[in-house]
């Protein structure tokens, strides 16, 4: 609203002030009263639109700045997933060069899988694989990993499986201390710790040692890594070490596994 008034008021005075000189009716000392009545209403239209120009100015600039930070966040954000996309890849192949490698040094036959599913029940410790009967998978089969034994196939699909990991407390395996060759029946738990029982108090068993896969059950291949001793109980009146283990294989960071698929064959051919 000033700033409208302040340029109406300028025209009006600089037309009349135009008309008077036209007319030669002004005097010398007229003009400079004009100069000091129009002077001060210039200066205040001038400022008003300079300050309305810097706003505008600084508007538009804050506009081209908010564009240009949406963009560059939007590349930001896409750089960001491709490097989330290139650094699981790379976990992956990492993780499937850990299996290959395993699978060299095994002579079962075998076939890898992803695990695509998990039991969330606290009782229960199962999971699905994608993998089932159009892959050769048969219930039984052992399901391994590099750093040790994950579990055992129970329920077999065409083309899915359920597998029983170690810690469940239906799960079952022979097993032998590597150090001291004391064997027991490794017992799951439904945590993240194991219970070898029925080992004798006779048998020297210490914290550390590694327990293996003796190859017994005719289910799993003799030697295969499943844990390390981490407590030992002993009471008076109990003939048994009470032997707990903490497993290799870090169950909550299951991904890929590989399913044993000619053991039990193998472990027969062993026992003729």
């Known amino acids: 609203m ?10 009006a005075v600089n037309i009349i002030v135009l008309s008077v000189n036209s007319r030669r009716y002004t005097t010398f000392g007229l003009e400079r009263v004009a100069i000091s009545f129009i002077a001060p209403f210039q200066e205040l239209v001038t400022r008003t639109i300079r300050y309305t120009k810097d706003i505008w100015r600084h508007y538009f600039a804050l506009v081209t700045i908010s564009k240009q930070n949406h963009i560059l966040l939007n590349e930001l ?17 990492a993780r499937l060069r850990n299996l290959l490698d395993f699978q060299k040094n095994i002579t079962e036959l075998v076939v890898a899988a992803e695990v695509i599913a998990k039991d969330p029940s606290t ?32 329920e077999v699909a065409n083309h899915y499986s359920k597998v ?3 810690i469940d407390r239906n ?11 004391a064997r027991g029946v490794l017992k799951g738990e439904s945590t993240d710790r194991l219970n070898l029982a029925y080992v004798l108090r ?12 003796s190859g017994l059950d005719g289910i799993y291949p003799k030697g295969l890594r499943i844990g390390l001793v981490s407590e030992i109980i002993d009471h008076e009146a109990d003939i048994f070490h009470e032997v707990f283990i903490t497993p ?25």
């Not at 998978?137 to 750093?147: D, F, I, S």
């Open 2 to 11: 000033v700033l409208i008034v302040g340029v109406i008021v300028l025209i």
């Open 77 to 93: 954000n896409r750089a960001t997933e491709k490097s989330n996309l290139w650094q699981e890849t790379d976990l992956a192949n």
């Open 123 to 154: 009782w229960f410790k199962t999971v699905i694989i994608d993998k089932g009967k159009s892959d050769g998978l048969t219930k039984g089969l052992p399901v391994v990993m590099p750093q040790g034994i994950a579990g055992q196939v129970i």
């Open 164 to 166: 029983m990991l170690i």
């Open 171 to 181: 799960s079952a395996v022979d097993a032998l201390v590597q150090r001291t060759r």
């Open 202 to 213: 006779k048998n020297d068993v210490r914290v550390g040692d590694v327990v293996l896969s």
């Open 248 to 272: 290799f294989v870090d169950f909550e960071k299951l991904e890929e596994v590989l399913v044993v698929l000619n053991v039990q064959k193998h472990n027969l051919a062993g026992r003729k």
